[in-house]
């Protein structure tokens, strides 16, 4: 975590109009300021300069548009995912309906009709309200 503070204060633009010193104190641990330490040897670091032209000359990134439209995109694909979920909990709901009302219900197996057992039946509804609990809210 001080590593990260200490690369981001060498980056940032507040820094880069001074000279930045480092040292390292008697327990080990690395400083960064604006003054050298007085008694002790600090190196100096050396900052990016800052870019040269006016500040509205330079070229401007287009970030905030790229953003947004990661973010519409993002967005869509979500609304079609609930979507796609909504038909599917529909779905799910109707035939656990169907099972749960119906103690004769029939499939098609290889073009024949054949009518599930009550085991069979049971297992579907289990199976079907496993899936609405973990899908649909």
């Given amino acids: 975590m001080r590593t990260f503070f200490m690369v981001t204060l060498l980056i940032s633009p507040l820094c880069m109009g001074g000279q930045i010193y480092k040292w390292v104190d008697a327990q080990g641990v690395t400083h960064f300021d604006a003054q ?9 670091v050396v900052t990016p300069s800052p870019p040269a032209g006016k500040p509205d ?4 990134s287009n970030v ?3 953003q947004q439209a990661i973010d519409k995109t993002v967005k869509k694909q979500v609304a079609e995912q609930q979507a796609q979920l909504k038909v ?3 779905q799910a709901r109707t035939n ?3 099972l749960q009302n119906n103690p004769r219900v029939r499939e098609e197996v290889e073009g024949e009709m054949r009518r ?3 085991e069979q039946r049971q297992e579907r509804m289990t199976e079907a309200q496993k899936q609405i609990k973990d899908n649909c809210q």
């Fill in 36 to 44: 050298p330490p007085q008694g002790q040897e600090a190196t100096t």
């Fill in 57 to 60: 000359t330079l070229p401007r």
């Fill in 64 to 66: 905030i548009g790229d």
């Fill in 88 to 90: 599917f909990c529909e």
């Fill in 96 to 98: 656990l309906a169907q």
């Fill in 116 to 118: 599930l057992t009550d």
